[in-house]
């Protein structure tokens, strides 16, 4: 057996072994959090033009009433309740990142889509564990092929390739998959792989089928592998075919696969955005605020916002296309201008008619990206407001608000939350989804929170 196939058997046994009791306290708090919140954003999205216009094909097919639509009162199959799930998690980029990027969207919707298939009710315990472990996989591949800068700047979306591996991992561990099923489980996810930034050119959708895709193939990888169907149990091999050797060819840096495995958990690093635009646009939102507040909100003498940024962060998000909700999502210059504008940069900011604003627009006309080459494409944005009387202030916030360094407070992100679920399901449903999910070391049946995210009739799905 070479190095790189003992990585697979290591990631196996990890999957496999690893116990809630060997979670620390403050990782089980922390999942938690990010799971209320990947059901907030589920919520809501179920609602987006993109989520509904996919449930339209998908549900005219036909299926086997399995698993629960979020916020909604149908049920489809495993695999299409993942899919569909999984867009609405990521339509209106309100999901976590810094995981696969967006680990939740793509494992938390492929866990609830297998409870029907699990042998017992599942606990939350049970449940914690196999987010956790699903986002720790699904980072590992991630920092394998390079890590996100290398990977998504050969124009790979991370979400999607490296979160399928993520997805089948936790759905085979929760599942109650052997070692030699979850191995092929992985090998099935990874010829599942896939997800391109072509859409960042046009503002397309695309993007946001991706979490959704990630997340039905984890569970069509893991419900095959418990058939019987074996996968490449040398996935990562460097040989031809191998995952790395075909998507990060040069960047592969295949030991990440399990360096400080079972002792740094990579869910710990990941990010609950605060805003509802991609996570490369926060820190000049947080920063643009920063700047507001020492000239005391003095929005119309505001000449000129000067955004110095990365290449990396300017292929990405500094498109001047602002038509579609997915392209206006991924603009700095938009988030920038609306944070001026509307004083946020929340889900209300990008609606149609705000989108449409004069005084959004005329904003946009005054936000200037500079590239700097020398900035690191990991490196966060500097940005300067100029006034008309010529004051010049420059701020760069290095930690974004949601960063695990920087978090949103409690109340933050019950008031998050409170407002997106709301959108789908009565206050009430939604207030005992929080507590329930926030202690959910605690539930017995996981099917208690499946059933708190169906619709109620006093919230109709529009």
Same mark, same amino acid.
């Given at each position: 057996?070479?190095?790189?196939?003992?990585?697979?058997?290591?990631?196996?046994?990890?999957?496999?072994?690893?116990?809630?009791?060997?979670?620390?306290?403050?990782?089980?708090?922390?999942?938690?959090?990010?799971?209320?919140?990947?059901?907030?954003?589920? /919520?809501?999205?179920?609602?987006?033009?993109?989520?509904?216009?996919?449930?339209?094909?998908?549900?005219?097919?036909?299926?086997?009433?399995?698993?629960?639509?979020?916020?909604? *009162?149908?049920?489809?199959?495993?695999?299409?309740?993942?899919?569909?799930?999984?867009?609405?998690?990521?339509?209106?980029?309100?999901?976590?990142?810094?995981?696969?990027?967006?680990?939740?969207?793509?494992?938390?919707? +492929?866990?609830?889509?297998? &409870?029907?298939?699990?042998? !017992?009710?599942?606990?939350?315990?049970?449940?914690?564990?196999? @987010?956790?472990?699903?986002?720790?996989?699904?980072?590992?591949?991630?920092?394998?092929?390079?890590?996100?800068?290398?990977?998504?700047?050969?124009?790979?979306?991370?979400?999607?390739?490296?979160?399928? /591996?993520?997805?089948?991992?936790?759905?085979?561990?929760? /599942? *109650?998959?052997?070692?030699?099923?979850?191995?092929?489980?992985?090998?099935?996810?990874?010829?599942?792989?896939?997800?391109?930034?072509?859409?960042?050119?046009?503002?397309?959708?695309?993007?946001?089928?991706?979490?959704?895709?990630?997340?039905?193939?984890?569970?069509?990888?893991?419900?095959? +592998?418990? #058939?019987?169907?074996?996968?490449?149990?040398?996935?990562?091999?460097?040989?031809?075919?191998?995952?790395?050797?075909?998507?990060?060819?040069?960047?592969?840096?295949?030991?990440?696969?399990?360096?400080?495995?079972? !002792?740094?958990?990579?869910?710990?690093? %990941?990010?609950?955005?605060?805003?509802?635009? %991609?996570?490369?646009?926060?820190?000049?939102?947080? +920063?643009?605020?920063?700047?507001?507040?020492?000239?005391?909100?003095?929005?119309?003498?505001?000449?000129?916002?000067?955004?110095?940024?990365?290449?990396?962060?300017?292929?990405?998000?500094?498109?001047? !296309?602002?038509?579609? /909700?997915?392209?206006?999502?991924?603009?700095?210059?938009?988030?920038?201008?609306?944070? &001026?504008?509307?004083?946020?940069?929340?889900?209300?900011?990008?609606?149609?008619?705000?989108?449409?604003?004069? =005084?959004?627009?005329?904003?946009?006309?005054?936000?200037?990206?500079? @590239?700097?080459?020398?900035?690191?494409?990991?490196?966060?944005?500097?940005?300067?407001?100029?006034?008309?009387?010529?004051?010049?202030?420059?701020?760069?916030?290095?930690? =974004?608000?949601?960063?695990?360094?920087?978090?949103?407070?409690? #109340?933050?992100?019950?008031?998050?939350?409170?407002?997106?679920?709301?959108?789908?399901?009565?206050?009430?449903? =939604?207030?005992?989804?929080?507590?329930?999910?926030?202690?959910?070391?605690?539930?017995?049946?996981?099917?208690?929170?499946?059933?708190?995210?169906?619709?109620?009739?006093?919230?109709?799905?529009?």
């Amino acid at each position: 057996m070479s190095e790189n196939q003992d990585f697979q058997s290591q990631l196996v046994a990890f999957v496999h072994d690893t116990r809630f009791e060997d979670l620390p306290h403050e990782l089980v708090a922390r999942t938690q959090r990010h799971i209320v919140d990947t059901l907030g954003a589920g /919520l809501v999205g179920a609602s987006s033009e993109v989520a509904k216009d996919v449930s339209t094909i998908l549900l005219a097919e036909g299926a086997a009433p399995v698993a629960a639509l979020w916020g909604r *009162g149908e049920k489809t199959s495993a695999r299409n309740a993942a899919l569909l799930n999984g867009i609405a998690c990521h339509a209106l980029e309100l999901d976590d990142t810094g995981g696969c990027d967006h680990s939740g969207a793509v494992v938390i919707p +492929a866990l609830l889509a297998v &409870l029907p298939f699990c042998p !017992q009710p599942v606990s939350g315990k049970a449940f914690i564990t196999a @987010v956790v472990l699903g986002y720790d996989i699904a980072r590992r591949v991630l920092e394998a092929c390079g890590g996100y800068s290398a990977h998504n700047g050969a124009g790979w979306h991370s979400t999607s390739t490296c979160g399928v /591996l993520g997805a089948a991992a936790a759905a085979g561990r929760l /599942l *109650g998959l052997d070692k030699a099923q979850i191995s092929s489980a992985l090998g099935i996810a990874g010829s599942f792989s896939g997800g391109l930034w072509a859409f960042i050119h046009d503002g397309s959708q695309s993007k946001k089928l991706h979490a959704g895709r990630a997340a039905e193939g984890g569970v069509l990888a893991a419900l095959s +592998a418990q #058939a019987g169907i074996t996968g490449p149990a040398g996935l990562f091999e460097d040989h031809w075919g191998g995952f790395l050797k075909t998507l990060a060819a040069k960047t592969a840096q295949p030991s990440a696969l399990v360096a400080d495995l079972g !002792q740094v958990w990579k869910l710990m690093r %990941c990010s609950i955005k605060p805003y509802a635009s %991609c996570r490369g646009t926060h820190s000049a939102i947080d +920063a643009t605020g920063i700047l507001l507040d020492r000239l005391e909100g003095a929005v119309d003498e505001i000449e000129q916002v000067k955004v110095t940024l990365s290449p990396f962060l300017q292929e990405m998000c500094g498109d001047e !296309q602002i038509s579609t /909700l997915a392209a206006a999502q991924m603009s700095i210059r938009y988030a920038v201008a609306a944070r &001026l504008v509307y004083g946020h940069a929340g889900l209300d900011a990008y609606g149609d008619e705000q989108r449409r604003c004069p =005084a959004l627009l005329e904003a946009i006309g005054r936000v200037v990206l500079e @590239v700097d080459p020398a900035y690191s494409a990991d490196g966060e944005p500097q940005v300067t407001l100029v006034t008309k009387n010529g004051i010049s202030l420059t701020h760069r916030v290095d930690i =974004a608000l949601g960063a695990p360094t920087h978090p949103m407070s409690d #109340a933050q992100l019950r008031d998050k939350f409170m407002s997106l679920a709301t959108r789908s399901i009565s206050s009430l449903q =939604a207030e005992t989804l929080w507590e329930q999910t926030l202690a959910l070391e605690d539930v017995m049946d996981m099917r208690v929170i499946e059933q708190l995210l169906e619709l109620s009739s006093s919230a109709p799905f529009i």
